[in-house]
């Protein structure tokens, strides 16, 4: 995503850097050992915008689209500085053919405003310089150069391959203060940044170049523009350096600009992937003060690393805003944000809320976000409502599966509620559903707690015949709760008949059952033969269990011999 949204940018900082090169520039080259750039002659052919260059396009893609601010690169023309053209009319619309050329003076040489000369030798050696590793003595080489600066020669620099990124910061902070005729002008500037935004450049680069940008925005603010800063935010984004991404969206007012859309999204995107999402979400509080929305796949990026960061309630805010402006919401996000809306009970009910903008036609595939919110709602409790929402499921869609009627038939089975946990089961199958060992286990369950246990033992045969194999937490529920009732005997008989339906019994049921029986029946004998089962079986019994095991036993001995002694 970041890409389409800085290749936007860089794109229109390449319209315009040739724009402006174009409306300010001499366009006509004299062929000499040093290049006379002669203005308003109509007989030379226009020389090559900056954003002719292939290191400004590394990044850009082939079918560039311009942001709403830039204004469409000129025309160029030829492309050998000694080319003519002559055949071109007056008013053909070829760049710096000036305007005031009447038709009887097209084959004249316009009046000489003004001369620039690009000193091959010096250019030569200033880009050797510039190629080279940096040491110390660089400041020092540019001065015995001797430079002339103006546009011209600043541009073909920046239209230079292969310059060391921390060579050319250097080399414009040496003319900014060596050469006080040199100014910057929006066209460098913007050439600049691209030339610097490529995927190479290091963190020290970016940062001196953010460093060269404040200082040319403290003294002239209008200089940089909104692309320029979406560029530096996006190149500290790639870098990993949020922060350094914040400090740039902050200074847009310092700057004079008025951020755009990018300008939030790139923002954001810099921070959240720093987890920096407390930055993030200021960023974003902003960004719907000023009502500012992006398209569905941006807007869908941010609500997602929110919802991820466990911030559903500020991808909500993102969520609101877009419908409120009549935008696009992303689907696939917005059901993302539903499920984590239901992680905290908080929550629940926006998210049930949000069921109502999901389209009848999204609804039939909806069912992630409805399933969260009808587990939700059983975990606050709200076991009614989610029985209601239940009930719209099997008209409206999605229909329900196992899933949603367990999250339903559990609830009520935990509340005590065994009668309409029983007609969620009879529904469940008039739909077509078979009831997995989960349903009939929380029945059990619900059952044996509220001391039913005829009706939770009914439950557990109707399982037997539909289920060739339970699960341990089916018999564990029965024996423990016939363990609470005293009633050994049919505790002792459920963990024999486990086997029997393939269930392993565990060392929990042993555990609870010899407990059971050594305090409140004090069969230390049973225990011991039950003792002597685990050991068979492989599983192995706590100390403590064991100790009381030994305790009872001797206990009930003790009390053998003092009966004999009395007798």
């Not at 707690?449 to 037997?464: D, F, R, V, Y």
Request: proline share 3%.
């Amino acid at each position: 995503m970041w890409r389409s949204v800085v290749a936007r940018s860089r794109a229109s900082l390449s319209a315009k850097a040739a724009h402006n090169f174009g409306a300010t520039q001499n366009p006509k080259v004299l062929v000499s050992k040093t290049l006379t750039v002669v203005a308003q002659s109509s007989h030379f052919p226009t020389r090559s915008s900056p954003c002719q260059n292939p290191r400004f396009f590394s990044q850009v893609a082939e079918n560039l689209s311009y942001s709403d601010t830039a204004e469409p690169p000129p025309l160029s023309v030829g492309g050998n500085d000694d080319a003519q053209t002559d055949n071109f009319a007056p008013g053909d619309g070829v760049v710096g053919v000036s305007e005031q050329v009447g038709s009887g003076e097209s084959g004249e040489l316009g009046e000489e405003e003004e001369v620039h000369e690009i000193d091959l030798e010096k250019l030569e050696g200033l880009l050797s310089l510039l190629q080279s590793s940096a040491d110390g003595s660089l400041e020092s080489s540019f001065r015995g150069l001797d430079l002339t600066l103006h546009d011209e020669f600043v541009v073909k620099v920046l239209e230079t391959p292969l310059i060391v990124g921390e060579n050319l910061i250097r080399y414009f902070k040496w003319a900014l203060k060596e050469k006080p005729k040199f100014r910057f002008t929006t066209h460098i500037l913007d050439a600049l940044v691209l030339a610097m935004s490529g995927d190479l450049v290091s963190n020290k680069d970016i940062y001196s170049l953010w460093d060269l940008a404040k200082e040319v925005g403290e003294k002239e603010s209008n200089l940089l523009s909104v692309d320029i800063l979406n560029v530096l935010i996006s190149s500290f984004s790639k870098l990993g350096e949020g922060k350094a991404a914040l400090e740039v969206f902050n200074k847009f007012d310092d700057f004079g600009c008025v951020p755009n859309a990018d300008s939030y999204y790139l923002a954001i995107e810099a921070l959240c992937k720093c987890s920096e999402f407390d930055c993030a979400q200021s960023v974003s509080e902003k960004m719907i003060d000023a009502r500012i929305s992006f398209d569905d796949v941006k807007a869908g990026r941010i609500i997602s690393w929110f919802c991820k960061a466990g911030m559903a309630k500020e991808a909500l805010s993102i969520y609101v805003l877009l419908k409120e402006e009549k935008q696009c919401q992303p689907r696939s996000s917005v059901n993302f944000l539903i499920s984590s809306l239901c992680r905290e009970d908080k929550n629940v009910k926006l998210a049930l809320d949000l069921l109502q903008d999901i389209s009848d036609e999204a609804r039939k595939y909806a069912i992630k976000p409805f399933s969260a919110v009808v587990q939700g709602l059983c975990r606050i409790k709200d076991v009614d409502g989610a029985r209601k929402l239940l009930l719209e499921m099997t008209k409206e869609g999605p229909p329900p599966g196992n899933a949603v009627f367990n999250f339903v038939i559990n609830g009520y089975s935990k509340a005590g509620d065994m009668e309409d946990a029983i007609e969620m089961m009879k529904l469940m199958e008039s739909r077509g559903l078979k009831p997995d060992v989960f349903t009939y286990t929380v029945i059990m369950s619900g059952y044996a707690k509220g001391g039913q246990m005829e009706e939770a033992c009914n439950i557990l045969s109707e399982a037997k015949k539909k289920h060739a194999k339970l699960t341990p937490v089916a018999y564990h529920t029965l024996i423990s709760s016939f363990c609470k009732l005293e009633e050994f005997d049919k505790a002792l008989e459920l963990l024999h008949e486990m086997k029997d339906y393939g269930v392993q019994p565990t060392a929990d049921e042993y555990n609870k059952l010899i407990q059971s029986l050594c305090l409140k029946a004090l069969d230390w004998e049973t225990s011991e033969k039950l003792l002597n089962e685990m050991k068979d079986s492989g599983l192995h019994l706590n100390g403590i269990t064991r100790g009381l095991i030994r305790a009872v036993k001797e206990l009930q001995m003790e009390k053998v011999e003092t009966e004999k002694i009395v007798a």
